[in-house]
Antibody
């Protein structure tokens, strides 16, 4: 069955960096687009980034553009989110999620990990 | 950016009752709308995609309708496990966005 396990969260000072990982199993990782979505404490859901199934494109929400980088290592079945210049408003649970269909980059995350908490605080 | 507005923000109902949740888009999203359920401490769960298609394993009591700017999620008869927060989400163009959520609570 599809499994997504995030790691790498923690407490970090403003301006510092953190790299999140999402280990995937139970499906052909290279064939799927992958998402990072975050949720600030007590708030709603916000897309962070998306990696096209074929690697041809990456999307970022404006608030993280230039600071965050999404990447995908198909040999390790792992999705990454490199987060630089972190701000207090980046504090959230970060979820990775798999696109619903293979060879599809249309924006329906159907399988989600349990999330990893990132706290940006001095 | 397309803004999704969900109503009501809170819904208080009893098990067995019908729940009707609304999602309105600031511009047309065609049928590119999904619904998710989230329980406390859990990840979101896809219920409905492309306005009216149930995701794998979703019970038939969940149904979605609408197109353009107005969408509805209906839970025909609430089960105890259905009390949660529900989000709508569009994929019409980037940035994809979520609504602010509707909390369905036990009356």
């Amino acid at each position: 069955q599809v499994q997504l396990v995030e790691s790498g969260g923690g407490v970090v000072q403003p301006g510092r960096s953190l790299r999140l990982s999402c280990a995937a199993s139970g499906f052909t990782f290279s064939s799927y687009g992958m998402h990072w979505v975050r949720q600030a404490p007590g708030k709603g859901l916000e897309w962070v980034a998306f990696f096209w199934y074929d690697g041809s494109n990456k999307y970022y929400v404006d608030s993280v553009k230039g600071r965050f980088t999404i990447s995908k290592d198909n040999s390790k079945n792992t999705l990454y989110l490199q987060m630089n210049s972190l701000r207090a408003e980046d504090t959230a649970v970060y979820y990775c999620a798999r696109e619903r269909n293979y060879y599809d980059s249309s924006g329906t995350p159907a399988y989600w990990g349990q999330g990893t908490l990132v706290t940006v605080s001095s | 950016e397309i803004v999704l507005t969900q109503s009501p923000a809170n819904l208080s109902l009893s098990p067995g009752e019908r729940a009707t949740l609304s999602c309105r888009a600031s511009q047309s999203v065609s049928s590119y709308l999904a619904w998710y359920q989230q329980k406390p401490g859990q990840a979101p769960r896809l219920l409905i995609y492309d306005a009216s298609n149930r995701a794998t394993g979703i019970p038939a009591r969940f149904s979605g309708s609408g197109s353009g700017t107005d969408f509805t999620l209906t839970i025909s008869s609430l089960e105890p496990e259905d009390f949660a927060v529900y989000y709508c989400q569009h994929r019409s163009n980037w940035p994809w966005t979520f609504g602010q959520g509707t909390k369905v609570a036990i009356k």
